[in-house]
């Protein structure tokens, strides 16, 4: 498993980084284009750069920094076992930060440049596990086996994220509210074979993001209202949910990680994560029941269906047959 750098701590970054970088820092993520998702992931990957720079750079400020330097955090990256996607994901953090200052501060620092230019190459990229979509068979199994276990919140879940392929962010928006909704009706008011959520946030730039609704059949309503019913009263608006002391609260995006991780592949014997429910999910739209991928692409929502095709994962073996 790729490894992850340590965050830092309140008391550290308040007063042990050069004032400079924190001042920096702070200034550049209260810009509104940034998501509040990726606001915290820049902001932990800022703090630990800056963590860096005090052990191995004598706490310069980012203005006195040099490209050999971001050369040096790179390689250190990689020599911690970061994956490619995280060492790529921290590397642009610190050069939007340098963006900034090049463009905010330029009457004060004239000659700084972006220390990620050209010249220092991306890591390769590394994939660290084959992506494997579940089956329907794997599928329909692990859905009958949560349900001989009474982990009724997890199916519910299960199965409203594979109906409309929806992130673990849009997943922990869903309110409890969609299961009193009737279903979406055609032009002749009809009944349609699915239902419509309220507007989510979903990913986009900024606070607000890209807002959408997405739809969801029977199935999925039919376990949403038997987690419920089991579940009982209480002020807790979100569908999915985690207890404490006080109640039941909103439930974290990580923990649908935890009960991929934990539950799910135990019970397949197969890496599970969120994602891969997505691609599970595109897969058998477009290459099991041979739909058109403009059909998953609306469905995950993806403004080109060249985006759609990264999450479908076809068998091309029988191409080969004529060869040989």
């Known amino acids: 498993m790729a490894k992850r750098l340590p965050e830092v701590t309140k008391d550290v970054w308040e007063n042990e980084i050069d004032p400079f970088n924190r001042q920096l820092t702070e200034e550049f993520l209260t810009q509104g284009h940034l998501s509040p998702q990726t606001l915290k992931q820049y902001r932990s990957a800022l703090m630990q750069f800056f963590m860096w720079v005090k052990n191995n750079c004598m706490n310069k400020p980012l203005h006195k920094l040099k490209p050999r330097d971001a050369l040096r955090y790179q390689n250190y990256l990689i020599q911690e076992g970061l994956s490619s996607s995280a060492i790529k994901f921290?590397?642009?953090?610190?050069?939007?930060?340098?963006?900034?200052?090049?463009?905010?501060?330029?009457?004060?620092?004239?000659?700084?440049?972006?220390?990620?230019?050209?010249?220092?190459?991306?890591?390769?990229?590394?994939?660290?596990?084959?992506?494997?979509?579940?089956?329907?068979?794997?599928?329909?199994?692990?859905?009958?086996?949560?349900?001989?276990?009474?982990?009724?919140?997890?199916?519910?879940?299960?199965?409203?994220?594979?109906?409309?392929?929806?992130?673990?962010?849009?997943?922990?928006?869903?309110?409890?509210?969609?299961?009193?909704?009737?279903?979406?009706?055609?032009?002749?008011?009809?009944?349609?074979?699915?239902?419509?959520?309220?507007?989510?946030?979903?990913?986009?730039?900024?606070?607000?993001?890209?807002?959408?609704?997405?739809?969801?059949?029977?199935?999925?309503?039919?376990?949403?209202?038997?987690?419920?019913?089991?579940?009982?009263?209480?002020?807790c608006p979100y569908l999915f949910v985690a207890r404490s002391k006080e109640g039941y609260r909103q439930i974290s995006a990580n923990m649908f990680n935890h009960w991929c991780s934990a539950l799910f592949s135990d019970i397949l014997g197969v890496r599970v994560h969120p994602h891969l429910i997505r691609s599970t999910r595109a897969t058998h739209i477009v290459a099991v029941d041979g739909k058109d991928i403009k059909s998953a692409q609306k469905l995950l929502g993806h403004a080109s269906s060249e985006t759609t095709e990264i999450y479908v994962v076809r068998d091309d073996s029988e191409d080969l047959d004529d060869i040989f």
């Open 90 to 235: 921290k590397r642009s953090a610190v050069s939007s930060l340098c963006g900034y200052l090049e463009i905010y501060y330029l009457d004060e620092y004239e000659t700084f440049r972006n220390i990620y230019n050209k010249n220092i190459p991306n890591p390769p990229n590394v994939k660290k596990h084959e992506k494997v979509p579940l089956t329907k068979e794997q599928f329909e199994t692990l859905v009958k086996e949560l349900e001989k276990r009474e982990r009724y919140q997890e199916v519910a879940y299960l199965l409203y994220t594979y109906a409309t392929g929806c992130r673990r962010e849009e997943s922990r928006q869903l309110l409890k509210e969609v299961v009193d909704y009737s279903k979406a009706k055609d032009k002749e008011g009809n009944d349609k074979p699915f239902y419509i959520t309220h507007s989510i946030r979903a990913k986009g730039r900024g606070k607000e993001g890209k807002v959408r609704k997405f739809t969801f059949d029977e199935r999925a309503m039919t376990a949403m209202k038997r987690w419920l019913e089991l579940r009982g009263e209480d002020d």
